[in-house]
T-cell receptor, first 112, second 112 residues
Framework: EAQVTQNPRYLITVTGKKLTVTCSQN?????MSWYRQDPGLGLRQIYY???????DKGDVPEGYKVSRKEKRNFPLILESPSPNQTSLYFC???????????FGPGTRLTVL | KQEVTQIPAALSVPEGENLVLNCSFT??????LQWFRQDPGKGLTSLLL?????REQTSGRLNASLDKSSGRSTLYIAASQPGDSATYLC???????????FGTGTRLQVTL
């Protein structure tokens, strides 16, 4: 089944404790992206990757890191999480950067 | 900077009614416009993608139109059903890199 998977789905952590949210797609897509969704603000892009080894900042990259060493994986790293990073995070992929994006199920992160 | 607005924020209609959801965008230089559906606690599901050169796209009971010159798109849902209850998001694809700008959504409830 074609899909985008994210892990974990739910995470409660404390300020400053490094964490990684994994994202994997099995559709051989070139393009991958991370978004956060907050009430009243909609979805905002954090980082995106046009293809392997090529990543770039989205609209809200502060406090996040990403890497794209393999085509299928695009982990989101929070080196020192803070409470304002409490949010619902989505990973998405598409065949190319203008094609339909397929979204993962989301990761609900709470930073205390 | 692209801004996408969706009005109304919430809508309740009786089953069987035809309805229209509105989406407006400020920068008409878009590559495409996408409509998504989001169920509570779930990820986004792509419904329709309209290329900038197209006027409309249809899928089953859904019809999306695009008027670039006026910066507007509409999603028409025919013969609404309770299963159509969800939040509907539109997103405009603009810029040289993948800038998918989302609206904040219209929460639709279809009542029996």
């Amino acid at each position: 089944e074609a899909q985008v998977t994210q892990n974990p789905r739910y995470l409660i952590t404390v300020t400053g404790k490094k964490l990684t949210v994994t994202c994997s797609q099995n559709m051989n897509h070139e393009y991958m992206s991370w978004y956060r969704q907050d009430p009243g603000l909609g979805l905002r892009q954090i980082y995106y990757s046009m293809n392997v080894e090529v990543t770039d900042k989205g609209d809200v990259p502060e406090g996040y890191k990403v890497s794209r060493k393999e085509k299928r994986n695009f982990p989101l790293i929070l080196e020192s999480p803070s409470p304002n990073q409490t949010s619902l995070y989505f990973c998405a992929s598409s065949a190319n950067w203008v094609d339909t994006q397929y979204f993962g199920p989301g990761t609900r992160l709470t930073v205390l | 900077k692209q801004e996408v607005t969706q009005i109304p924020a919430a809508l309740s209609v009786p089953e069987g009614e035809n309805l229209v959801l509105n989406c407006s965008f400020t920068d008409s230089a878009i590559y495409n416009l996408q409509w998504f559906r989001q169920d509570p606690g779930k990820g986004l599901t792509s419904l329709l993608l309209i290329q900038s050169s197209q006027r409309e796209q249809t899928s089953g009971r859904l019809n999306a139109s695009l008027d670039k010159s006026s910066g507007r798109s509409t999603l028409y849902i025919a013969a609404s059903q309770p299963g159509d209850s969800a939040t509907y998001l539109c997103a405009a694809h603009t810029g040289t890199a993948s800038k998918l700008t989302f609206g904040t959504g219209t929460r639709l409830q279809v009542t029996l």
